[in-house]
């Protein structure tokens, strides 16, 4: 696989006719090519730290979810939504806190939204000690994220969505879910979610699960946090961070049942969290940090681009979204909304949580 480190001219860039916010941060004339708007979704929040957004349309506009607290694994991490109505984002809500039946409380970790074709939003979530340990649950909400309702703790063994959002297959019957755990190696796996209908909360956490074995034995490549791609053949493609300081990649020819073993991309990868979307168009739009770990398994996050793929195969680079000697911007989340922008949330810093809209139709 070939990473070509390339980006359109800055002319291609256009200016969209926004109003204007107090949360934008960078003038429309000096934004980077496809990009329409980048804005923080809030100035101000009761937390000091934050991380690990998601986002998805739903019939009302944009929400997005992340976990904020003093700090990632304090047991005040909560989840947080904010919900867009056009115009701006809302302020922080909480929607969930760690607290247990009998007092205690542990933190909160990576939500992961989904909307679902019969108009409810789906709210994914970990909740334990640490990724070794935690537990799956999920929330729903009628009204485009603004409340949610029946927190439902998901069957043993079953974590859900890990970090990237799922895709729906076998003609919408099935939620498939990329899924890792971290207890015994860094290992990816998947899980299925049968849709029957209107599907209820005691569906979703009782019936209707299939975990599937790890794709691999975590020896080669200690992988986590898969993203799913669909290629042009209609095979799905994972796409995995690694402690290997390399993106791999996992084929399936029959819609996430079996797949082949994970081999390394060639693109530079510090341990960090990726997403990937097939767009309408059928390109595949890649977000990363293109930085290579150091001997520890661990590198720098403190660059963030975005990268185009034509086949699923060979990307290149088309628009650079940060780039400093320090600071962190990772854990990106990416979709493409009805009208065909592309919308992109990630950290900021550890700080807040930067959104970003993007033309796909200026890059070439």
């Not at 000690?129 to 063994?157: A, Q």
């Not at 299939?210 to 791609?229: C, M, S, V």
């Not at 797949?259 to 767009?279: C, L, Y």
């Not at 977000?287 to 770990?293: C, D, E, F, K, R």
């Amino acid at each position: 696989m070939k990473f070509l480190r390339w980006f359109q001219p800055f002319a291609l860039a256009t200016c969209v006719t926004m109003t204007a916010s107090a949360q934008d941060t960078t003038p429309n004339q000096d934004l980077p090519p496809g990009v329409v708007r980048q804005q923080f979704i809030y100035d101000e929040a009761p937390f000091p730290s934050c991380h690990a957004s998601t986002i998805c349309q739903t019939p009302d506009g944009l929400v997005a979810a992340w976990f904020g607290g003093e700090r990632e694994g304090a047991k005040d991490v909560s989840i947080w939504v904010s919900d867009h109505d056009g115009m701006s984002w809302s302020a922080p809500r909480k929607v969930a806190d760690g607290v247990q039946t009998d007092g205690s409380r542990q933190p909160c970790w990576n939500p992961v939204l989904f909307q679902a074709p019969s108009g409810v939003t789906w709210l994914f979530i970990k909740v334990g000690p640490s990724p070794k340990d935690w537990w799956g649950e999920v929330l729903f909400s009628d009204d485009g994220g603004k409340t949610f309702r029946d927190r439902t703790r998901l069957p043993e063994g079953v974590l859900g969505p890990i970090r990237c959002k799922p895709e729906l297959v076998d003609d919408g019957k099935t939620l498939l879910c990329g899924s890792s755990t971290e207890h015994d190696g860094w290992r990816v796996h998947f899980e299925r979610l049968t849709l029957n209908g209107n599907v209820n909360p005691e569906a979703v956490s009782q019936s209707h699960w299939d975990r599937e074995e790890a794709i691999h034995d975590g020896k080669e490549f200690a992988a986590i946090q898969p993203t799913i791609l669909r290629l042009p053949n209609g095979n799905l493609r994972a796409l995995c961070r690694t402690m290997q300081s390399v993106i791999v990649q996992a084929d399936s020819d029959d819609n996430g049942r079996t797949w082949t073993k994970p081999v390394s991309t060639g693109m530079p990868n510090p341990n960090s969290g990726i997403d990937v979307v097939t767009a309408k168009d059928g390109r595949h739009w890649l977000i990363s940090n293109p930085l290579p770990s150091k001997e520890n398994g661990w590198g720098g996050r403190s660059q963030l681009t975005l990268s185009v793929s034509t086949d699923g195969e060979n990307y290149r680079e088309v628009a650079v979204l940060e780039n400093e000697s320090k600071g962190e911007f990772s854990y990106p989340a990416i979709i493409q909304a009805e009208d065909g922008k592309l919308h992109i949330t990630y950290t900021w810093k550890r700080k807040k949580i930067k959104h970003v809209i993007f033309d796909p139709t200026e890059i070439l």
